[in-house]
Nanobody, 121 residues
């Protein structure tokens, strides 16, 4: 059994900051890439930021310079530091972890349930 759990969402004023965490737990051999997505009401889910196991990162243009993704491989955890938040960042944020449960199985994607981020005054 594998679980992916996000935390750290909430209500913040425009210009504020939040730090999201994503922890993968259970029967895990190795976590490979991890990523954060978001889905606003009435919109499609979009990739916000991703990070490879060795730390290579990528971001959607709208968050470059404001968000930072990082990870702790020893804890199977990824983080999303969000600064200078805007109302348009309001969405449910989901974490995806690509991981293998044994040395012999192909990597699969596991998703968390999401955490709400609301940016409003």
């Amino acid at each position: 059994q594998v679980q992916v759990v996000e935390s750290g969402g909430g209500l913040v004023q425009p210009g504020g900051s939040l730090r999201l965490s994503c922890a993968a737990s259970g029967s895990i051999f190795r976590v490979y890439a991890m990523a954060w997505y978001r889905q606003a009401p009435g919109k499609q889910r979009e990739l916000v930021a991703g990070i490879s196991r060795n730390g290579t990162t990528n971001y959607v243009d709208s968050v470059k310079g404001r968000f930072g993704i990082s990870r702790d491989n020893a804890k199977n955890t990824a983080y999303l530091q969000m600064n200078s938040l805007k109302p348009e960042d309001t969405a449910v944020y989901y974490c995806r972890a690509d991981l293998g449960t044994t040395p012999f199985t192909v990597s699969r994607q596991y998703w968390g349930q999401g955490t709400q981020v609301t940016v409003s005054s």
